[in-house]
Protein backbone atom coordinates (compact mmCIF):
# COMPACT_ATOMS: atom_id res chain seq x y z
CA UNK A 1 0.00 0.00 0.00
CA UNK A 2 1.74 3.23 -1.16
CA UNK A 3 1.18 5.27 2.02
CA UNK A 4 3.63 6.92 4.11
CA UNK A 5 3.74 6.05 7.42
CA UNK A 6 2.62 9.39 9.32
CA UNK A 7 4.03 10.15 12.13
CA UNK A 8 2.45 10.88 15.58
CA UNK A 9 3.39 13.44 17.93
CA UNK A 10 2.15 12.17 21.25
CA UNK A 11 4.63 13.35 23.07
CA UNK A 12 3.64 16.99 22.35
CA UNK A 13 -0.33 15.86 22.23
CA UNK A 14 0.12 15.03 25.65
CA UNK A 15 2.42 17.98 26.75
CA UNK A 16 -0.57 20.34 25.62
CA UNK A 17 -3.19 18.12 27.29
CA UNK A 18 -5.93 18.34 24.41
CA UNK A 19 -6.53 14.70 24.12
CA UNK A 20 -10.01 14.32 24.62
CA UNK A 21 -10.91 17.79 22.92
CA UNK A 22 -13.40 15.70 20.64
CA UNK A 23 -15.16 13.05 21.82
CA UNK A 24 -16.00 10.18 19.05
CA UNK A 25 -19.63 9.74 20.68
CA UNK A 26 -20.89 12.43 18.18
CA UNK A 27 -23.73 10.74 15.62
CA UNK A 28 -25.90 13.41 15.87
CA UNK A 29 -23.03 15.62 13.90
CA UNK A 30 -25.19 18.52 16.27
CA UNK A 31 -22.34 21.75 16.26
CA UNK A 32 -22.14 24.90 18.06
CA UNK A 33 -20.66 27.32 15.63
CA UNK A 34 -17.35 27.41 14.82
CA UNK A 35 -16.70 24.64 17.62
CA UNK A 36 -13.96 23.60 15.29
CA UNK A 37 -12.54 27.07 15.18
CA UNK A 38 -12.78 27.31 19.10
CA UNK A 39 -11.51 23.59 19.92
CA UNK A 40 -7.59 23.19 18.31
CA UNK A 41 -7.50 19.22 17.44
CA UNK A 42 -5.10 17.25 18.90
CA UNK A 43 -1.90 17.62 17.65
CA UNK A 44 -1.60 14.40 15.80
CA UNK A 45 0.26 14.28 12.65
CA UNK A 46 -2.38 13.02 9.73
CA UNK A 47 -0.10 14.13 6.85
CA UNK A 48 -0.18 11.68 4.26
CA UNK A 49 1.27 11.23 0.76
CA UNK A 50 -0.79 9.10 -1.44
CA UNK A 51 -0.50 8.50 -5.35
CA UNK A 52 1.64 11.71 -5.60
CA UNK A 53 -0.44 13.91 -3.12
CA UNK A 54 0.56 15.64 -0.25
CA UNK A 55 -2.16 15.80 2.33
CA UNK A 56 -2.12 17.16 5.20
CA UNK A 57 -4.98 14.69 6.30
CA UNK A 58 -6.63 11.74 4.76
CA UNK A 59 -10.45 13.85 4.49
CA UNK A 60 -11.45 15.44 1.01
CA UNK A 61 -14.78 17.30 -0.27
CA UNK A 62 -16.14 14.73 -3.00
CA UNK A 63 -16.75 15.66 -6.33
CA UNK A 64 -19.99 17.59 -7.07
CA UNK A 65 -20.62 18.31 -3.41
CA UNK A 66 -18.80 21.65 -2.66
CA UNK A 67 -18.95 23.54 -6.06
CA UNK A 68 -15.17 24.43 -6.79
CA UNK A 69 -14.73 25.06 -3.29
CA UNK A 70 -13.35 28.70 -3.89
CA UNK A 71 -16.62 29.87 -3.42
CA UNK A 72 -17.04 28.20 -0.01
CA UNK A 73 -13.23 29.29 1.03
CA UNK A 74 -15.15 32.14 3.51
CA UNK A 75 -17.09 29.17 4.86
CA UNK A 76 -15.17 26.58 5.74
CA UNK A 77 -11.56 26.73 6.89
CA UNK A 78 -9.86 24.85 3.78
CA UNK A 79 -7.29 24.95 5.85
CA UNK A 80 -8.18 22.24 7.92
CA UNK A 81 -9.11 19.55 4.76
CA UNK A 82 -6.67 17.03 3.34
CA UNK A 83 -8.20 18.22 0.14
CA UNK A 84 -11.34 19.57 -2.50
CA UNK A 85 -12.64 17.71 -5.31
CA UNK A 86 -14.28 20.01 -8.15
CA UNK A 87 -17.61 19.59 -9.05
CA UNK A 88 -16.87 17.55 -12.70
CA UNK A 89 -15.63 19.38 -15.65
CA UNK A 90 -16.72 18.51 -19.19
CA UNK A 91 -15.14 19.63 -22.58
CA UNK A 92 -18.30 21.53 -23.26
CA UNK A 93 -20.98 23.78 -20.89
CA UNK A 94 -23.70 21.80 -19.53
CA UNK A 95 -26.92 23.01 -18.30
CA UNK A 96 -27.57 19.89 -16.54
CA UNK A 97 -30.79 17.68 -16.44
CA UNK A 98 -34.33 19.19 -16.36
CA UNK A 99 -35.83 19.45 -12.19
CA UNK A 100 -36.76 18.00 -10.29
CA UNK A 101 -33.14 17.11 -9.66
CA UNK A 102 -33.08 16.00 -6.10
CA UNK A 103 -35.36 13.07 -3.93
CA UNK A 104 -34.98 12.69 -0.28
CA UNK A 105 -35.47 8.68 0.18
CA UNK A 106 -34.52 6.91 3.47
CA UNK A 107 -30.78 7.89 5.23
CA UNK A 108 -30.05 9.72 2.04
CA UNK A 109 -30.95 11.41 -1.19
CA UNK A 110 -31.52 10.92 -5.11
CA UNK A 111 -29.74 13.40 -7.40
CA UNK A 112 -30.00 13.87 -11.13
CA UNK A 113 -27.77 16.85 -11.29
CA UNK A 114 -26.95 16.16 -14.87
CA UNK A 115 -23.07 17.54 -14.30
CA UNK A 116 -23.67 21.19 -14.37
CA UNK A 117 -20.53 23.19 -15.27
CA UNK A 118 -19.74 25.97 -17.86
CA UNK A 119 -17.01 23.37 -19.70
CA UNK A 120 -13.35 23.49 -19.81
CA UNK A 121 -12.74 26.81 -21.63
CA UNK A 122 -14.96 28.70 -18.88
CA UNK A 123 -13.83 26.87 -16.15
CA UNK A 124 -10.15 26.96 -17.00
CA UNK A 125 -11.20 31.16 -17.53
CA UNK A 126 -12.85 31.56 -14.68
CA UNK A 127 -12.07 29.02 -11.70
CA UNK A 128 -9.23 27.54 -11.79
CA UNK A 129 -6.95 30.65 -11.40
CA UNK A 130 -9.15 30.62 -7.74
CA UNK A 131 -7.80 27.46 -7.01
CA UNK A 132 -4.20 27.64 -7.08
CA UNK A 133 -4.74 30.05 -4.14
CA UNK A 134 -6.75 27.50 -1.65
CA UNK A 135 -5.12 27.12 1.09
CA UNK A 136 -5.43 22.86 0.70
CA UNK A 137 -4.82 19.75 -2.46
CA UNK A 138 -7.08 20.33 -4.89
CA UNK A 139 -8.32 17.07 -7.40
CA UNK A 140 -9.91 18.20 -10.67
CA UNK A 141 -12.67 16.05 -11.64
CA UNK A 142 -13.06 15.59 -15.40
CA UNK A 143 -15.92 13.65 -17.54
CA UNK A 144 -15.99 12.87 -21.72
CA UNK A 145 -17.80 11.64 -23.98
CA UNK A 146 -14.65 9.44 -25.36
CA UNK A 147 -11.42 8.50 -24.85
CA UNK A 148 -9.75 11.11 -27.15
CA UNK A 149 -12.52 14.10 -24.79
CA UNK A 150 -11.01 12.73 -21.67
CA UNK A 151 -7.24 12.89 -22.81
CA UNK A 152 -8.04 16.24 -24.62
CA UNK A 153 -9.27 17.58 -21.23
CA UNK A 154 -6.71 15.70 -19.13
CA UNK A 155 -4.29 17.86 -21.39
CA UNK A 156 -5.70 20.83 -20.84
CA UNK A 157 -4.92 20.51 -17.37
CA UNK A 158 -1.39 19.56 -17.33
CA UNK A 159 1.10 22.19 -15.54
CA UNK A 160 -1.55 24.31 -14.47
CA UNK A 161 -1.11 25.61 -11.03
CA UNK A 162 -3.62 25.04 -8.84
CA UNK A 163 -4.48 21.42 -10.21
CA UNK A 164 -2.71 18.63 -7.83
CA UNK A 165 -4.50 15.45 -9.56
CA UNK A 166 -7.00 14.97 -11.59
CA UNK A 167 -10.31 12.39 -10.59
CA UNK A 168 -11.41 10.46 -13.60
CA UNK A 169 -15.38 10.54 -13.59
CA UNK A 170 -16.13 7.46 -15.75
CA UNK A 171 -19.09 6.62 -13.07
CA UNK A 172 -21.85 9.27 -13.28
CA UNK A 173 -25.07 7.94 -13.69
CA UNK A 174 -26.43 11.15 -14.78
CA UNK A 175 -24.72 11.42 -17.88
CA UNK A 176 -26.26 10.08 -21.15
CA UNK A 177 -23.64 10.30 -23.54
CA UNK A 178 -20.66 9.01 -21.51
CA UNK A 179 -20.30 9.12 -17.89
CA UNK A 180 -21.06 5.71 -16.30
CA UNK A 181 -20.57 3.98 -19.82
CA UNK A 182 -17.01 3.60 -19.63
CA UNK A 183 -16.97 2.89 -15.84
CA UNK A 184 -18.97 -0.12 -16.67
CA UNK A 185 -16.57 -2.18 -19.08
CA UNK A 186 -13.41 -3.26 -18.15
CA UNK A 187 -12.08 -2.75 -21.66
CA UNK A 188 -13.08 1.08 -21.57
CA UNK A 189 -12.31 1.69 -18.08
CA UNK A 190 -8.79 0.50 -19.04
CA UNK A 191 -8.89 2.41 -21.63
CA UNK A 192 -9.87 5.60 -20.66
CA UNK A 193 -7.23 5.62 -18.03
CA UNK A 194 -4.06 4.93 -20.59
CA UNK A 195 -5.29 7.75 -22.55
CA UNK A 196 -5.44 9.78 -19.87
CA UNK A 197 -2.43 8.59 -18.13
CA UNK A 198 -0.24 9.03 -21.68
CA UNK A 199 -1.72 13.00 -21.95
CA UNK A 200 -0.99 14.00 -18.62
CA UNK A 201 2.10 14.12 -16.15
CA UNK A 202 -0.30 14.84 -13.38
CA UNK A 203 -1.59 11.98 -10.91
CA UNK A 204 -4.59 10.36 -12.16
CA UNK A 205 -7.66 8.78 -9.77
CA UNK A 206 -10.42 7.18 -11.90
CA UNK A 207 -13.82 7.62 -9.73
CA UNK A 208 -15.49 4.00 -10.14
CA UNK A 209 -19.65 3.34 -10.29
CA UNK A 210 -20.97 0.68 -8.10
CA UNK A 211 -23.37 -0.49 -10.30
CA UNK A 212 -21.55 -3.26 -12.31
CA UNK A 213 -21.05 -7.07 -11.41
CA UNK A 214 -18.25 -7.19 -10.54
CA UNK A 215 -15.93 -3.79 -9.07
CA UNK A 216 -13.05 -5.88 -8.53
CA UNK A 217 -12.48 -6.55 -11.90
CA UNK A 218 -13.47 -3.13 -13.15
CA UNK A 219 -10.58 -1.60 -10.10
CA UNK A 220 -8.25 -4.08 -11.32
CA UNK A 221 -8.92 -2.63 -14.94
CA UNK A 222 -7.87 0.84 -14.30
CA UNK A 223 -5.00 -0.40 -11.80
CA UNK A 224 -3.84 -2.11 -15.09
CA UNK A 225 -4.25 0.91 -17.56
CA UNK A 226 -1.90 2.67 -15.26
CA UNK A 227 -4.29 5.06 -12.83
CA UNK A 228 -2.75 5.93 -9.59
CA UNK A 229 -5.39 5.41 -7.23
CA UNK A 230 -8.91 4.80 -7.28
CA UNK A 231 -12.21 6.29 -6.10
CA UNK A 232 -15.05 5.14 -4.72
CA UNK A 233 -17.88 4.80 -4.71
CA UNK A 234 -20.32 6.96 -7.13
CA UNK A 235 -23.74 7.12 -6.78
CA UNK A 236 -26.03 4.00 -6.54
CA UNK A 237 -28.75 4.04 -9.73
CA UNK A 238 -31.91 4.66 -7.86
CA UNK A 239 -35.55 5.96 -8.25
CA UNK A 240 -38.31 7.39 -6.23
CA UNK A 241 -42.00 7.48 -7.30
CA UNK A 242 -44.90 9.76 -6.66
CA UNK A 243 -47.87 7.18 -6.46
CA UNK A 244 -50.49 10.13 -6.92
CA UNK A 245 -49.30 11.30 -10.26
CA UNK A 246 -47.50 8.02 -10.99
CA UNK A 247 -44.46 9.48 -12.34
CA UNK A 248 -41.03 9.67 -11.03
CA UNK A 249 -40.14 12.50 -8.79
CA UNK A 250 -36.85 13.03 -10.45
CA UNK A 251 -37.01 14.95 -13.69
CA UNK A 252 -34.69 12.50 -15.57
CA UNK A 253 -36.44 9.52 -14.39
CA UNK A 254 -33.17 8.06 -12.62
CA UNK A 255 -30.90 9.10 -10.42
CA UNK A 256 -27.88 8.35 -8.05
CA UNK A 257 -28.22 7.73 -4.41
CA UNK A 258 -25.86 8.90 -1.79
CA UNK A 259 -25.68 9.62 1.70
CA UNK A 260 -25.76 6.73 4.62
CA UNK A 261 -28.30 4.85 3.09
CA UNK A 262 -25.03 3.62 0.37
CA UNK A 263 -22.76 3.35 3.59
CA UNK A 264 -22.60 -0.90 4.27
CA UNK A 265 -22.46 -1.22 0.38
CA UNK A 266 -19.61 1.35 -0.30
CA UNK A 267 -17.77 0.08 2.70
CA UNK A 268 -17.69 -3.36 1.68
CA UNK A 269 -16.74 -2.41 -1.95
CA UNK A 270 -13.55 -0.83 -0.52
CA UNK A 271 -12.99 -3.09 1.58
CA UNK A 272 -13.35 -5.80 -1.34
CA UNK A 273 -11.04 -3.73 -3.92
CA UNK A 274 -8.40 -2.43 -1.58
CA UNK A 275 -7.26 -5.60 -0.70
CA UNK A 276 -7.09 -6.30 -4.38
CA UNK A 277 -5.20 -3.42 -5.99
CA UNK A 278 -1.90 -2.22 -5.31
CA UNK A 279 -2.73 1.47 -5.54
CA UNK A 280 -4.35 3.34 -3.07
CA UNK A 281 -7.92 4.14 -2.53
CA UNK A 282 -9.92 7.21 -1.84
CA UNK A 283 -13.11 5.15 0.07
CA UNK A 284 -16.28 7.46 0.23
CA UNK A 285 -19.94 6.97 0.25
CA UNK A 286 -22.28 8.10 3.15
CA UNK A 287 -19.75 9.35 5.72
CA UNK A 288 -21.44 11.40 7.67
CA UNK A 289 -18.72 11.28 11.22
CA UNK A 290 -15.05 10.38 12.42
CA UNK A 291 -16.63 6.87 12.69
CA UNK A 292 -17.99 6.50 9.43
CA UNK A 293 -14.60 7.53 8.07
CA UNK A 294 -12.11 5.23 10.59
CA UNK A 295 -14.52 2.58 9.18
CA UNK A 296 -13.35 3.10 5.87
CA UNK A 297 -9.92 3.57 6.42
CA UNK A 298 -9.94 0.12 8.63
CA UNK A 299 -11.24 -1.30 5.19
CA UNK A 300 -8.44 -0.33 3.38
CA UNK A 301 -8.97 3.74 1.93
CA UNK A 302 -5.72 5.43 2.50
CA UNK A 303 -8.24 8.71 2.47
CA UNK A 304 -11.79 9.53 2.71
CA UNK A 305 -14.30 11.74 0.74
CA UNK A 306 -16.88 13.45 2.57
CA UNK A 307 -19.65 14.15 -0.44
CA UNK A 308 -24.15 14.40 0.69
CA UNK A 309 -23.16 15.13 4.84
CA UNK A 310 -21.63 18.51 3.61
CA UNK A 311 -25.33 19.14 2.35
CA UNK A 312 -26.85 19.03 5.89
CA UNK A 313 -23.68 20.08 8.02
CA UNK A 314 -20.90 22.23 5.93
CA UNK A 315 -18.20 21.78 8.67
CA UNK A 316 -19.06 17.93 8.82
CA UNK A 317 -15.57 17.35 7.26
CA UNK A 318 -13.53 19.53 9.44
CA UNK A 319 -15.28 17.82 12.47
CA UNK A 320 -14.13 14.58 10.64
CA UNK A 321 -10.68 15.23 10.44
CA UNK A 322 -10.38 16.45 14.53
CA UNK A 323 -12.63 12.46 15.03
CA UNK A 324 -9.91 10.85 13.91
CA UNK A 325 -7.23 12.65 15.31
CA UNK A 326 -8.76 12.24 18.53
CA UNK A 327 -9.06 8.51 17.76
CA UNK A 328 -5.45 7.94 16.23
CA UNK A 329 -4.60 9.97 19.75
CA UNK A 330 -6.58 8.30 22.54
CA UNK A 331 -5.44 4.84 20.72
CA UNK A 332 -1.97 5.49 19.77
CA UNK A 333 -1.89 4.58 16.43
CA UNK A 334 -0.65 5.94 13.35
CA UNK A 335 -2.40 6.94 10.36
CA UNK A 336 -0.61 4.14 8.54
CA UNK A 337 -1.29 1.65 11.28
CA UNK A 338 -4.68 2.40 10.41
CA UNK A 339 -5.15 2.11 6.88
CA UNK A 340 -6.43 -1.62 5.63
CA UNK A 341 -6.09 -3.02 9.36
CA UNK A 342 -9.33 -4.85 9.04
CA UNK A 343 -8.96 -8.16 10.93
CA UNK A 344 -10.83 -10.22 8.49
CA UNK A 345 -10.57 -13.55 10.39
CA UNK A 346 -12.61 -15.24 12.39
CA UNK B 1 -13.27 36.22 -20.12
CA UNK B 2 -11.37 37.06 -16.77
CA UNK B 3 -10.74 35.46 -13.47
CA UNK B 4 -14.81 35.54 -11.65
CA UNK B 5 -14.81 37.36 -8.38
CA UNK B 6 -16.70 34.65 -6.84
CA UNK B 7 -19.34 36.44 -4.42
CA UNK B 8 -17.83 34.65 -1.16
CA UNK B 9 -20.93 32.76 0.27
CA UNK B 10 -20.92 33.04 4.06
CA UNK B 11 -23.74 31.96 6.54
CA UNK B 12 -23.69 30.43 9.95
CA UNK B 13 -25.01 27.99 12.47
CA UNK B 14 -27.07 28.49 15.14
CA UNK B 15 -29.02 26.35 18.25
CA UNK B 16 -32.49 27.94 18.52
CA UNK B 17 -35.16 27.32 20.69
CA UNK B 18 -38.45 26.97 20.53
CA UNK B 19 -40.20 30.10 21.96
CA UNK B 20 -43.74 29.50 20.67
CA UNK B 21 -45.20 26.59 17.74
CA UNK B 22 -49.18 27.06 17.16
CA UNK B 23 -51.68 26.59 14.87
CA UNK B 24 -52.85 30.47 13.25
CA UNK B 25 -55.43 28.36 10.60
CA UNK B 26 -56.16 24.74 9.30
CA UNK B 27 -52.67 23.08 8.84
CA UNK B 28 -50.81 26.06 9.10
CA UNK B 29 -48.08 26.37 12.05
CA UNK B 30 -46.88 29.60 13.65
CA UNK B 31 -43.24 28.84 14.95
CA UNK B 32 -41.05 31.48 16.85
CA UNK B 33 -37.33 30.66 17.28
CA UNK B 34 -34.98 32.34 20.01
CA UNK B 35 -31.76 32.71 18.00
CA UNK B 36 -30.48 36.13 18.20
CA UNK B 37 -27.50 35.97 15.92
CA UNK B 38 -29.65 34.75 12.84
CA UNK B 39 -32.25 37.21 13.84
CA UNK B 40 -30.02 39.81 13.89
CA UNK B 41 -28.87 38.99 10.32
CA UNK B 42 -31.83 38.20 8.42
CA UNK B 43 -33.25 40.42 5.36
CA UNK B 44 -36.79 40.01 3.21
CA UNK B 45 -36.38 37.39 1.31
CA UNK B 46 -34.16 35.48 2.67
CA UNK B 47 -34.00 31.88 4.66
CA UNK B 48 -32.92 29.69 7.04
CA UNK B 49 -32.57 26.01 6.55
CA UNK B 50 -33.59 23.83 9.92
CA UNK B 51 -32.82 20.27 10.72
CA UNK B 52 -36.27 19.39 11.66
CA UNK B 53 -34.78 16.24 13.01
CA UNK B 54 -31.34 14.89 14.65
CA UNK B 55 -31.33 11.78 13.20
CA UNK B 56 -31.36 10.63 9.31
CA UNK B 57 -34.84 10.89 9.03
CA UNK B 58 -35.72 13.26 7.52
CA UNK B 59 -32.13 13.23 6.50
CA UNK B 60 -32.48 16.54 4.69
CA UNK B 61 -32.58 20.23 6.13
CA UNK B 62 -35.93 21.79 5.12
CA UNK B 63 -36.07 25.40 4.24
CA UNK B 64 -38.37 28.27 5.64
CA UNK B 65 -38.62 32.28 5.47
CA UNK B 66 -39.00 34.31 7.61
CA UNK B 67 -42.26 35.76 8.94
CA UNK B 68 -40.78 38.19 11.45
CA UNK B 69 -37.77 39.30 13.26
CA UNK B 70 -37.75 41.27 16.22
CA UNK B 71 -33.66 41.67 16.61
CA UNK B 72 -33.43 43.30 19.99
CA UNK B 73 -35.53 40.49 21.92
CA UNK B 74 -33.71 38.03 19.19
CA UNK B 75 -36.25 35.74 17.89
CA UNK B 76 -37.90 35.27 14.58
CA UNK B 77 -41.12 33.89 13.18
CA UNK B 78 -41.59 31.19 10.42
CA UNK B 79 -45.34 30.25 9.07
CA UNK B 80 -45.65 27.01 7.69
CA UNK B 81 -48.23 23.96 5.84
CA UNK B 82 -48.06 21.03 7.56
CA UNK B 83 -47.73 18.88 4.40
CA UNK B 84 -44.34 16.47 4.92
CA UNK B 85 -42.40 14.39 6.95
CA UNK B 86 -40.09 17.38 7.83
CA UNK B 87 -42.91 19.58 9.02
CA UNK B 88 -44.80 17.07 10.47
CA UNK B 89 -42.46 16.60 13.18
CA UNK B 90 -41.54 20.16 13.38
CA UNK B 91 -45.23 20.53 14.52
CA UNK B 92 -44.77 18.43 17.26
CA UNK B 93 -41.87 20.40 18.42
CA UNK B 94 -42.36 22.33 21.82
CA UNK B 95 -41.51 25.14 23.77
CA UNK B 96 -38.03 24.92 25.00
CA UNK B 97 -36.76 21.96 22.00
CA UNK B 98 -33.63 23.00 20.43
CA UNK B 99 -33.02 23.29 16.90
CA UNK B 100 -30.09 23.35 15.00
CA UNK B 101 -30.59 26.42 11.88
CA UNK B 102 -28.12 27.31 9.38
CA UNK B 103 -28.97 30.87 7.35
CA UNK B 104 -29.38 33.40 6.49
CA UNK B 105 -29.53 31.67 3.17
CA UNK B 106 -30.43 33.51 -0.29
CA UNK B 107 -30.39 36.68 -1.66
CA UNK B 108 -32.13 39.40 0.17
CA UNK B 109 -34.44 41.08 -1.72
CA UNK B 110 -34.59 45.39 -1.71
CA UNK B 111 -37.86 46.68 -3.98
CA UNK B 112 -37.31 49.65 -6.37
CA UNK B 113 -37.15 53.40 -4.53
CA UNK B 114 -40.06 54.52 -7.27
CA UNK B 115 -43.24 53.36 -7.50
CA UNK B 116 -45.69 51.79 -5.20
CA UNK B 117 -45.35 47.85 -4.57
CA UNK B 118 -48.11 45.28 -4.92
CA UNK B 119 -47.61 42.68 -3.41
CA UNK B 120 -49.57 39.00 -4.25
CA UNK B 121 -49.61 36.40 -1.81
CA UNK B 122 -51.13 32.74 -1.82
CA UNK B 123 -51.09 30.48 1.35
CA UNK B 124 -47.66 30.73 3.38
CA UNK B 125 -46.11 32.69 0.89
CA UNK B 126 -47.37 35.54 2.63
CA UNK B 127 -44.21 35.29 4.42
CA UNK B 128 -41.60 36.84 2.67
CA UNK B 129 -43.92 39.52 1.87
CA UNK B 130 -44.81 40.12 5.42
CA UNK B 131 -40.95 40.05 6.86
CA UNK B 132 -40.80 42.83 3.73
CA UNK B 133 -43.51 44.97 4.97
CA UNK B 134 -42.11 44.84 8.69
CA UNK B 135 -38.39 45.79 7.57
CA UNK B 136 -38.84 48.36 5.04
CA UNK B 137 -41.01 51.56 5.92
CA UNK B 138 -41.95 53.21 2.01
CA UNK B 139 -43.43 49.39 1.19
CA UNK B 140 -45.63 49.38 4.86
CA UNK B 141 -46.64 52.86 4.10
CA UNK B 142 -47.32 52.89 0.36
CA UNK B 143 -47.74 49.32 -0.67
CA UNK B 144 -51.04 46.65 -0.56
CA UNK B 145 -50.70 43.12 -0.12
CA UNK B 146 -53.12 40.79 -1.74
CA UNK B 147 -53.80 37.34 0.14
CA UNK B 148 -55.36 34.72 -1.72
CA UNK B 149 -56.31 31.22 0.28
CA UNK B 150 -58.78 28.29 -0.65
CA UNK B 151 -60.80 29.02 2.10
CA UNK B 152 -61.34 31.00 5.48
CA UNK B 153 -60.29 28.28 7.09
CA UNK B 154 -57.11 28.17 5.83
CA UNK B 155 -56.63 32.00 5.76
CA UNK B 156 -54.49 33.31 8.83
CA UNK B 157 -55.46 36.12 11.02
CA UNK B 158 -54.05 38.64 8.97
CA UNK B 159 -53.76 41.21 11.45
CA UNK B 160 -51.64 38.86 13.59
CA UNK B 161 -48.94 38.59 10.66
CA UNK B 162 -48.47 41.97 9.28
CA UNK B 163 -47.93 45.68 10.42
CA UNK B 164 -50.53 47.84 11.80
CA UNK B 165 -52.15 50.06 8.59
CA UNK B 166 -50.68 48.05 6.04
CA UNK B 167 -53.73 48.27 3.35
CA UNK B 168 -54.45 44.84 2.55
CA UNK B 169 -56.92 42.72 0.28
CA UNK B 170 -58.36 38.88 1.06
CA UNK B 171 -59.67 36.93 -1.95
CA UNK B 172 -60.59 33.03 -1.49
CA UNK B 173 -61.39 30.41 -3.51
CA UNK B 174 -65.05 29.25 -2.24
CA UNK B 175 -65.46 33.15 -1.49
CA UNK B 176 -65.76 32.29 2.37
CA UNK B 177 -63.45 35.26 2.87
CA UNK B 178 -63.35 38.68 0.78
CA UNK B 179 -63.14 38.51 -2.78
CA UNK B 180 -64.75 35.70 -3.85
CA UNK B 181 -62.20 34.33 -6.51
CA UNK B 182 -58.76 33.87 -6.92
CA UNK B 183 -56.38 36.52 -6.07
CA UNK B 184 -55.01 37.35 -8.87
CA UNK B 185 -58.38 38.95 -10.14
CA UNK B 186 -57.55 41.90 -7.55
CA UNK B 187 -54.41 42.89 -9.53
CA UNK B 188 -55.84 44.81 -11.73
CA UNK B 189 -57.99 47.61 -10.22
CA UNK B 190 -54.96 47.72 -7.80
CA UNK B 191 -51.72 48.47 -10.17
CA UNK B 192 -51.17 51.61 -11.86
CA UNK B 193 -48.11 52.40 -14.72
CA UNK B 194 -45.67 52.61 -12.37
CA UNK B 195 -46.60 49.42 -10.06
CA UNK B 196 -44.14 47.01 -9.23
CA UNK B 197 -46.00 43.24 -7.83
CA UNK B 198 -43.87 40.73 -5.84
CA UNK B 199 -45.47 37.51 -5.90
CA UNK B 200 -44.81 34.21 -3.68
CA UNK B 201 -47.15 31.52 -3.40
CA UNK B 202 -48.39 28.35 -5.42
CA UNK B 203 -46.52 27.98 -8.47
CA UNK B 204 -50.25 28.16 -10.69
CA UNK B 205 -50.43 31.14 -8.73
CA UNK B 206 -47.56 32.85 -9.42
CA UNK B 207 -47.24 31.83 -12.97
CA UNK B 208 -50.53 33.28 -13.25
CA UNK B 209 -49.52 36.56 -11.91
CA UNK B 210 -46.49 36.38 -14.26
CA UNK B 211 -48.62 36.59 -17.37
CA UNK B 212 -50.72 39.08 -16.11
CA UNK B 213 -48.16 41.28 -15.46
CA UNK B 214 -46.54 40.79 -18.67
CA UNK B 215 -49.61 41.36 -20.03
CA UNK B 216 -49.98 44.89 -18.58
CA UNK B 217 -46.62 45.55 -18.75
CA UNK B 218 -45.36 45.54 -15.36
CA UNK B 219 -42.43 44.80 -13.47
CA UNK B 220 -42.97 41.63 -11.60
CA UNK B 221 -40.49 39.75 -8.82
CA UNK B 222 -41.23 36.49 -7.75
CA UNK B 223 -39.91 34.59 -4.17
CA UNK B 224 -39.55 30.79 -5.36
CA UNK B 225 -39.10 28.18 -2.99
CA UNK B 226 -38.27 24.39 -4.09
CA UNK B 227 -36.87 21.42 -2.86
CA UNK B 228 -33.65 21.81 -1.57
CA UNK B 229 -30.54 20.08 -0.19
CA UNK B 230 -28.43 21.98 0.77
CA UNK B 231 -29.65 25.21 0.36
CA UNK B 232 -26.16 27.19 -0.39
CA UNK B 233 -25.75 26.27 -3.50
CA UNK B 234 -23.98 23.00 -3.35
CA UNK B 235 -25.70 20.91 -4.60
CA UNK B 236 -27.19 22.55 -7.79
CA UNK B 237 -30.59 20.85 -7.19
CA UNK B 238 -33.05 23.50 -6.44
CA UNK B 239 -32.62 24.86 -10.15
CA UNK B 240 -35.45 26.57 -12.13
CA UNK B 241 -35.10 27.16 -15.84
CA UNK B 242 -34.88 31.07 -17.13
CA UNK B 243 -35.32 32.02 -20.49
CA UNK B 244 -32.63 33.50 -22.62
CA UNK B 245 -29.81 32.20 -21.20
CA UNK B 246 -26.32 33.95 -21.55
CA UNK B 247 -24.58 30.70 -22.01
CA UNK B 248 -25.59 26.89 -21.53
CA UNK B 249 -24.74 26.32 -18.29
CA UNK B 250 -26.62 29.07 -16.68
CA UNK B 251 -29.99 27.81 -18.71
CA UNK B 252 -30.99 26.69 -15.03
CA UNK B 253 -29.85 28.82 -11.79
CA UNK B 254 -30.37 28.02 -8.27
CA UNK B 255 -33.30 29.28 -6.23
CA UNK B 256 -31.05 28.99 -3.29
CA UNK B 257 -28.62 31.26 -4.19
CA UNK B 258 -29.02 33.10 -7.21
CA UNK B 259 -32.60 33.31 -5.81
CA UNK B 260 -35.19 33.14 -3.93
CA UNK B 261 -36.44 36.58 -5.75
CA UNK B 262 -36.22 36.24 -9.44
CA UNK B 263 -37.40 38.30 -12.26
CA UNK B 264 -40.93 36.64 -12.80
CA UNK B 265 -40.82 37.61 -16.99
CA UNK B 266 -37.59 35.65 -17.41
CA UNK B 267 -38.00 32.33 -16.14
CA UNK B 268 -40.24 29.52 -17.47
CA UNK B 269 -43.30 28.90 -15.35
Not at chain 2, 196 to 210: D, Q
Not at chain 2, 232 to 240: E, H
Request: charged content about 20%; some cysteine; glycine content about 10%.
Amino acid sequence: MAVARSRFLLSSCLAHGRLTAFPLEHNDFRRSLFANLESPAPDVDLTTSICGLELRNPVMMASGTFGHAAEYAGLVDLSRLGGVVTKTITRHPRAGNPPPRTAETPSGMLNSIGLTNPGLEGFVAEKLPLLAELPTSVVVSIAGTSSEEFAEMAKAFDGRPGVDALELNISSPNMKDGGMLFGCRESSAREVTEAVKRATSLPVIVKLTPNVTDIVAIASAVEEGGADGIAMINTLLGMAIDVDSRRSILGNVTGGLSGPAIRPVALAMVWKVASRVSIPVFGMGGIQTAEDALAFLIAGASAVQVGTATFVDPWAAVEIVDGIADYCSRNELLLGDLVGSLDAGP
Amino acid sequence: MAAESIAPIRFESEQARVLKNEAVAAGVMRMRLEAPRLASLVQPAQFIQIQTDVGLSPFLRRPFSILRADRQAGWFDILYDVIGVGTRRLETAATGDRLDLLGPLGQAYTPPDAGRLLMVAGGVGIVPLAFLTWENDAVRETGKLLMGAASSKRMPDLDALLPDGLRVAAATDDGSSGHHGFVTDLIAENADAQTTVLTCGPHGMMARVAELTAEAGLTCFASLENHMACGFGACVGCTVEFRDPEREDRRYRRVCLEGPVVNAHQIVW
